[in-house]
């Protein structure tokens, strides 16, 4: 398989980072397409830890190559801030990173209009975004409003910096707000760009040329699929395609060279940020799930809030995402339970229904159906085989696969890389 789209299949922090690491090593190269720094990938390689927010998870395999594609909005600043912190730790980025110079640039003003969006929100209608300015990059890349990473290359950048930032402090202003001071924002804008001058080219010729080559790309989605602009919980989102389209869109390597989407799937569900999760847990329960999985936020540190594992929303991601195969991760994370639920259908207003419902006052009325099944209260840790697996746990994952229609290929049992079965060894 040559090209291999990862997705999160729920609402994001699924282990996306550590199954890229994971899966770098059958990769050439490893491309972002959408999100920016809103996302957090933690990957774990012996006593090290790294947490990625706009570079490419293969950036710690040495002699792979990471593109940030035309779909990712990026920080400048937060880019080579993150890029001297990899640095600083032995990572070779120089040669290995391209940049797209049609990659939206997050400028300061767009982090304070995060802000005060959501300080302007009615208490309820808050997102609970990680506050960097995604939502406003890209409001003003569909306005047409927005410069390109190709546009901070240009002689013509400090007039067309000018125009907007005049326009967005009218904006603030209006609103009360601090405004930002041109020069500081060009002067920080140009700092950062004596980095990542030699880095930004035209990706898409790039990546059609490997494609063509047959070198294999690995996709790293970020976010997850009910954090889609389309197809999650709206307007608990994000501001980008975080399904498998993206992936396309947001690299312009079309839908038919793509060959498998991978699907990642923790096995019982998170969210951090405001919106409707069926099968929260309020209660001891929920405090549990998040101490055992350390459900803490890679990006802003947010407590994550916990339940079980939602049928509805993997088939969710299997028909917008066409998902091909699971990995499976953090099933450890149940390991001391003595029972487990899963989801399979919602009860909204006396019906019983198997798909997600687009209405997010409908999601909040819905009820989990749920099935138990019996824990297997003994550590899956170290397990090197599948055949060595609890029975219980075993039988979890089969469950898992019939409700969600979807085969697990990968099965991932801890944070660091050895502590992961691939399945299915043809891909
Ligand atoms: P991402 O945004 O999808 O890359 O996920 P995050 O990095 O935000 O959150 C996933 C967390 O779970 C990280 O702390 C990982 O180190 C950790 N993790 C990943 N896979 C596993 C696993 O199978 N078991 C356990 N216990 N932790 C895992
Ligand atoms: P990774 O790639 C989990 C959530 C925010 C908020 C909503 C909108 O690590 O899985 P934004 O800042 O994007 O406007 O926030 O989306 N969110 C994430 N939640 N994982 C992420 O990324 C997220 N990126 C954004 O918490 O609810
Ligand atoms: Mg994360």
Known sequence: MSTTILIGAQWGDEGKGKIIDVLTERADWVVRAQGGNNAGHTVEIGAEKFVLHLVPSGILTSGKRCVIGNGVVLDPVALVEEIRGVEARGIAVAGRLFISDRAHVVFPYHCMLDAQGEARRAKGDQIGTTQRGIGPAYADKAARFGLRMGDLVDPEFPVLLKSRVEEKNRVLAAMGAPVVAYDEVLAATRQALATLRPLVCDTVPL??????????????????????????????????????????????????????????????????????????????????????????????????????????????????????????????????????????????????????????????????????????????????????LPENAKRYIARLEQVTGVPVGILSLGPRREQTLILNEDA
Not at 352 to 359: T, V
């Open 207 to 388: 990546l059609h040329a490997a494609v063509e080559r047959g070198e294999r790309i690995l996709f790293e989605g970020a976010q997850g699929i009910m954090l889609d602009l389309d197809f999650g919980t709206y307007p608990f989102v994000t501001s980008s395609s975080a399904g498998s389209g993206g992936a396309c869109t947001g690299s312009g390597v079309p839908p038919n060279r793509m060959d498998r989407v991978v699907g990642v799937l923790k096995a019982y569900t998170t969210r951090v940020g405001e919106g409707p999760f069926p099968t929260e847990l309020n209660d001891a329960a929920g405090e549990d799930l998040r101490r055992l999985g350390r459900e803490f936020g890679a990006t802003t540190g947010r407590p994550r809030r916990c339940g079980w594992f939602d049928a509805v929303v993997a088939r969710h991601a299997v028909m917008t995402c066409g998902v091909d195969e699971w990995a499976l991760t953090k099933l450890d994370v149940l390991d001391t339970l003595a029972t487990l639920n899963i989801c399979t259908a919602y009860e909204l207003d006396g019906r019983r229904i198997a798909h997600f419902p687009a209405n997010v006052r409908e999601v909040a009325r819905c009820r989990p159906v749920y099935e138990e099944l019996p824990g297997w209260q003994a550590s899956t840790r170290q397990v090197a085989r599948f055949a060595d």
